[in-house]
């Protein structure tokens, strides 16, 4: 068995986006009144100000789900080479991405939405190549 699978550039990213979506879930959950106050705070001027708390549960339960569905597709690559649970996991971090840009935007935080663009364009190459 190769180290690195036979798909190397899928399981890198795919191990890069479960570490970014897994760690930020599990920030949201150890600290979430933390989080909750930050966001409010963050969004005070936008139309969202008064979903934070509903938004935010909706971001940590697709962070979670997409960082689990991407690492039972590691595994699935290592065993069987199926990539269908890795790609669903991997666009699902993309739509969560779009989620976040769309806040980061209406917060007029440009800067945010701007450093959101690195980690879509790593998506994006990951649903790229597991369905090539």
Do not use: C
Not at 87 to 109: E, H, M, P, W, Y
Request: glycine share 6%; hydrophobic share 60%.
């Amino acid at each position: 068995m190769n180290f690195l699978s036979n798909y190397p550039a899928e399981v890198l990213i795919l191990l890069f986006l479960i570490v970014t979506f897994l760690q930020s879930g599990a920030d949201k959950l150890l600290d979430w009144k933390g989080n909750v106050s930050f966001i409010k705070e963050h969004f005070k001027n936008s139309p969202l100000k008064n979903s934070v708390p509903l938004l935010l549960a909706i971001i940590l339960i697709v962070e979670i789900l997409a960082g689990i569905l991407m690492l039972i597709g590691v595994f699935q690559l290592y065993t069987s080479e199926a990539k269908e649970i890795a790609s669903f996991g991997i666009a699902l971090s993309a739509v969560t991405l779009i989620f976040l840009l769309i806040g980061q935007r209406l917060a007029k935080d440009y800067a945010g939405a701007m450093s959101l663009a690195v980690y879509f364009i790593i998506s994006v190459f990951g649903v790229f190549l597991l369905n090539s």
